[in-house]
């Protein structure tokens, strides 16, 4: 009942609490009072303001389409209404409006029309270009715990890497604290559309995401940090450990006691906004996304959520993955990876090419992500060269199947999968029309829709944004 | 072409070491991309012997009696593909400072720093670069505490001992941003400094043996400055920003004898005719589109395209994680072709062009004479899903393994047999 309440707060976005979400201390007459009487926190205090964007019924014809589920149709044909996919298949199997003068129909013969791509592991807007010292705001690094801050208070809407990654296919993207913390924050998710807000680019009625990080990062920020600031536990991999169970601890506890108070009344705990997001993990409300290279680690990692009682999304970097697929595969974790970066630190000296082939034929959930501004803009190449590596030593994925790994898983990942990350009737119609087959280098995305409106044409300089930063600067307006 | 032949030697010695070991080869049945006139040549019959191409033939005929035989199956062949600017062989684990000798912040020295004396043919880096297709690395230092980095290097890919081929082969300095916080906190700063061990360079050893002292430079740095200040030695310089790019340009003009190449380059497009009329070729990374700094507003895909469109001699290469990632540069040139490049401008622009500006005579191309670093593809090279099935270095086959497949054969099916993963070795290297 109670979970259910928080649920329907988050969910409708409503702040259930007299004003603003504020933590007063219920009157008397609350004590044996109904629970819709409680003072409940807003759960939503940062509310989207996303609204798509204007645009006419799309027909596209004549395309290879990827569903993103594991399916291609030769010639296909896809139908976009009112901003949501309502038909596709082959030629004959979509019926089209006849009555509607505003049917753009678009002749996609010779191009592949696939779901947009879903990058689940970007800085972008914390980590924005110009990378200037202003601009360092995705790691609070002032303490190794650190779960009451969200990403989205240091984003820039005005990252030109956004356009950038929109000329990639990226039509949807988590953009995650950094991984300094043990706990970094809350992640967001958004809608690749430019916005003067960051509330207007947030993914409307996604659930909130929190960053941890596992191995040599926390430890060497904190306790090796050279005797700089801020210095401290953890030191070791082992402090790292202490120091999540320690949080969870006190989160079981703070749950307790929210739980009491929802249940019976009386003094609802004080707030505290780093246990109300461990709270919402140990709810179900929270999608834990965890930064850990090595197999081992993410095998303790999947204990220590099974005695809190809590799950991991995702494995983030997940560089050793291959060595335990199989254990991934049975926990159910997803792993968010790259084709092929490694040996810049000790956790990422064995990486392989494979890593994404052999997690998907172990059965697990294989993500492609970034964390780049420079590699989200190509991750269907990412996907390429995995594909190919996996192919080479008798791991037989098909396109289609591979590009589970670009939309739809990442899509679960973060709890979206309902509203996109495939190709399916009543989804949002995130799409993109590449120039040719997406698995090739030269291929280039020509058109991106979000819901169902073109937000960047190749061949329309019109529809090429530009941000704020950009104008009157050297290459505004240029091909990037 | 304005650069000097310094290699010649160095190029002689790597042709007869490996010529001692190097089998006759024929590589039949391949669509051969020459970087010659010759051009592309289908249906090719490549003949290697001695370490050397002897021969590039249309069709098949009698191939030389002993020869192994390659047959490409009509798929590509290319000169082994020659990444422009790495830091293969100077580190295994980049946050581990005991295993990485990129750079040298609390040493005295800076242009006499050699990054040969770090490099180690048996990194693992080597052979991981190598089965991308690349079978030559130019090596630079970094930069500690100077905007001088240190002398350059060219090798093989062969991991042997001996793979140096030239262990001072340039100077690479930075400019623009870096070069400002080396040199005291401007570009004022770098340049003065840049001129004065201009100066102390050429009137080594004069200078210092009136003075005891340059004016920037310490008496070794000012040695080792010594080729390159007098335009016999190549300076590779890091510079973004078009403003940057111009007083270099300038540079060359009041100092026509030096040899300059830029390396970075984002915004080079926006000085291309001037780098064309100055002959000073540019290395770039095709993926820079962001205005990361200040000195890269203009950073474009197209970069590439217009700086070719406009005659600079111009290389590809992937800087991110140079370390480890070089071995991307196929990718990188991929992505110039998807923004406006010509297919065999991208091919040379990581074959026939390094080979001219760092010198490196008889490499980057498939001509008869030239040394026999040939790949062939199972598939266009420039494909992100293509890659080598057979690679030689100097006529001899190089081992397509590393210790990633190496891990990847001990976990490929998670099947480990009745003991543990730690006893599956599978075939250990010879």
């Keep these: 009942m109670k979970h259910l309440n928080w649920a329907l707060a988050a969910l409708a976005g409503l702040a259930l609490t007299a004003c603003g979400g504020g933590n007063d201390a219920p009157g008397d007459d609350t004590q044996d009072g109904d629970v819709s009487d409680r003072i409940l926190i807003d759960k939503d205090p940062f509310p989207s303001t996303y609204t798509p964007l204007e645009s006419n019924p799309v027909v596209i014809r004549g395309a290879t389409l990827l569903d993103g589920e594991g399916g291609l149709i030769e010639n296909a044909t896809l139908l976009i209404e009112d901003g949501d996919i309502t038909a596709f298949g082959a030629p004959d199997a979509v019926e089209i409006p006849t009555d ?17 791509i879903i990058d689940n ?24 715990v650190t779960a009451e ?59 909130y995401t929190l960053k941890m990080a596992c191995g040599e990062n926390p430890k060497r920020v904190y306790g090796y940090g050279g005797g700089r600031f801020p210095g401290g536990a953890p030191y070791s991999r082992m402090g790292n450990i202490a120091g999540y169970r320690t949080a969870w601890a006190e989160a079981v ?19 505290n906004l780093e246990m109300e997001t461990l709270v919402g993990v140990l709810d179900g409300d929270i999608l834990v996304h965890m930064h850990c290279y090595r197999a081992d680690e993410m095998a303790q990692i999947l204990d220590m959520a099974e005695e809190f009682g809590y799950t991991v999304s995702s494995f983030h970097h997940a560089v050793e993955s291959y060595k335990i697929a199989d254990k991934l595969a049975e926990a159910g974790a997803c792993s968010s990876m790259w084709a092929d970066w490694w040996g810049f630190k000790m956790e990422a000296y064995d990486g392989v090419r494979e890593n994404i082939p052999m997690v998907h034929a172990a059965g697990a959930c294989a993500i492609v992500h970034s964390d780049s501004d420079i590699g989200i803009q190509r991750l269907n190449q990412e996907a390429a060269k995995a594909l190919s590596d996996g192919r080479r030593v008798g791991i037989e994925i098909s396109k289609a199947e591979a590009w589970t790994w670009l939309s739809l898983n990442p899509a679960k990942s973060l709890g979206i999968d309902g509203q996109t990350g495939s190709i399916a009737v009543g989804k949002d119609a995130d799409i993109v029309i590449w120039d040719g087959d997406p698995f090739s280098v030269y291929t280039q995305a020509e058109q991106v829709f979000i819901d169902g409106a073109v937000v960047f044409d190749r061949n329309e300089p019109a529809l090429q944004p530009v941000m704020d930063f950009e104008l009157g600067q050297p290459g505004e307006g240029d091909m990037k | 072409m304005i650069f000097k032949t310094l290699l010649t030697g160095a190029a002689a010695l790597a042709f007869t070491t490996g010529a001692a070991l190097a089998q006759t080869v024929a590589i039949t049945n391949a669509k051969a991309w020459t970087g010659t006139s010759q051009g592309t040549v289908d249906n090719a019959t490549i003949i290697v012997v001695d370490g050397a191409v002897a021969e590039v033939r249309t069709g098949s005929a009698a191939l030389p009696s002993g020869a192994d035989v390659v047959d490409a199956d009509g798929s590509w062949v290319t000169p082994g593909i020659i ?73 093989d890919t062969s991991g042997a001992m001996d793979s140096i ?45 009136s003075h005891d002292a340059g004016d920037a430079l310490t008496r070794v740095d000012a040695q080792a400055f010594g080729p390159a200040a007098r335009g016999r030695q190549l300076i590779l310089v890091e510079a973004h920003r078009a403003s940057d790019i111009a007083r270099l340009i300038d540079l060359a003009r009041t100092a026509p004898e030096l040899n300059m190449a830029i390396v970075g380059g984002d915004e080079a497009w926006m000085v291309a005719e001037d780098l064309a ?20 507003l203009g950073a474009s895909q197209e970069n590439a395209a217009r700086l070719i469109e406009a005659g600079v001699v111009t290389a590809f290469a992937h800087l ?21 490049v010509d297919h065999d401008d991208a091919l040379a622009a990581i074959t026939v062009a390094p080979a001219a500006i760092f010198g490196l005579e008889n490499l980057g191309t498939i001509a008869p004479g030239a040394i026999a670093d040939l790949v062939v593809w199972d598939g266009d090279p420039l494909e992100v899903m293509s890659a080598p099935t057979h690679i030689f270095i100097a006529g001899e086959e190089q081992s397509l393994e590393s210790r990633q497949t190496r891990l990847r054969d001990r976990y490929l099916g998670l099947d480990n047999g009745d003991l543990p993963f730690a006893y599956k070795r599978g075939e250990a290297p010879e």
């Design chain 1, 100 to 116: 509607n003068d505003k049917l753009v129909e678009i002749d996609a013969a010779g191009k592949w029309v696939t779901p947009g």
């Design chain 1, 121 to 144: 592991h970007s800085h972008l807007g914390v980590y924005p270009s110009p990378s200037v010292s202003a601009h360092q705001d995705g790691n609070e690094i002032s303490a190794p």
């Design chain 1, 149 to 207: 801050v969200w990403s989205e208070h240091g984003i820039w809407p005005q990252d030109p890497g956004f356009t950038r990654a929109l000329a990639g296919g990226i039509t949807s993207l988590q953009i995650l604290p950094g991984s300094a913390n043990l706990f970094g924050g809350r992640g967001v998710i958004l809608k690749n559309v430019p916005g003067r807000t960051v509330q207007d680019m947030k993914f409307p009625d996604a659930p």
């Design chain 1, 253 to 271: 506890e703070y749950k307790r006691k929210l739980d009491s108070y929802i249940d019976e009344g009386g003094d609802p705990p004080a707030r």
């Design chain 2, 83 to 155: 990444a422009p600017f790495t830091r293969i062989g100077l580190v295994e684990v980049g946050a581990e400072d005991t295993t990485n000798d990129i750079s040298a912040g609390s040493s005295p020295y800076s242009v006499a720093l050699k990054a040969a004396d770090g490099f180690n043919p048996a990194a693992t880096t080597v052979p991981i670069t190598r089965l991308e297709g690349v079978t030559r690395i130019i090596v630079a230092p970094g930069t500690g505490n100077d905007l001088f980095a240190g002398k350059g290097m060219v090798a």
């Design chain 2, 165 to 209: 081929l030239d262990d001072d082969a340039f100077v690479f300095i930075r400019m623009g941003e870096a070069g400002a916080s080396q040199a005291g906190g401007s570009r004022s700063a770098a340049w003065t400094r840049l001129r004065a061990a201009l100066s102390d360079a050429r009137t080594f050893p004069a200078r210092y043996l």
């Design chain 2, 277 to 296: 009329e100055s002959k000073i070729p540019v290395i770039l990374d095709p993926f820079q589109n962001l205005p990361a700094s200040f000195q890269q």
């Design chain 2, 320 to 340: 991110a994680d140079d370390g480890h990632q070089a071995r991307l540069v196929l990718q990188s040139a991929g992505n110039a072709v998807a923004n406006g």
